[in-house]
């Protein structure tokens, strides 16, 4: 079994910064794209940015206040986000493709339970 566990979200006013963190755990071969979702009450989950070996990508609402980076020997990803706004409220969800033992070759889809940021005008 693989586990997704994210921390670091909480409440900060508007300017603020934040840093989310999320491990993979578990019978983990390899980790291929991992990324961050947002939903806020009432939308639809959305992409805020994700990460392989080669390259990064964001949502254009993030872009120069988020950076992603990952530490492949722990498994984990990291989400640092500065100049904090209102909108950006949402719960914040931890996404990964990983092959395990029981999925090779193929890449399963892993999700973690979401953590919480609150941003205060």
């Known amino acids: 079994q693989v586990q997704l566990v994210e921390s670091g979200g909480g409440l900060v006013q508007a300017g603020g910064s934040l840093r989310l963190s999320c491990v993979a755990s578990?019978?983990?071969?390899?980790?291929?794209?991992m990324g961050w979702y947002r939903q806020a009450p009432g939308k639809q989950r959305e992409l805020v940015a994700t990460?392989?070996?080669?390259?990064?990508n964001y949502d254009d609402s993030v872009k120069g206040r988020f950076t992603i980076s990952r530490d492949n020997a722990k498994n984990t990803v990291y989400l640092q986000m500065n100049s904090l706004k209102p909108e950006d409220t949402a719960v914040y969800y931890c996404?990964?493709?990983?092959?395990?033992?029981?999925?090779?070759?193929?890449?399963?889809?892993?999700w973690g339970q979401g953590t919480q940021v609150t941003v205060s005008s």
């Open positions: 996404n990964a493709l990983i092959v395990t033992p029981a999925s090779r070759p193929i890449r399963d889809n892993y």
């Open positions: 578990g019978s983990i071969i390899s980790i291929n794209a």
């Open positions: 990460i392989t070996t080669r390259d990064t």
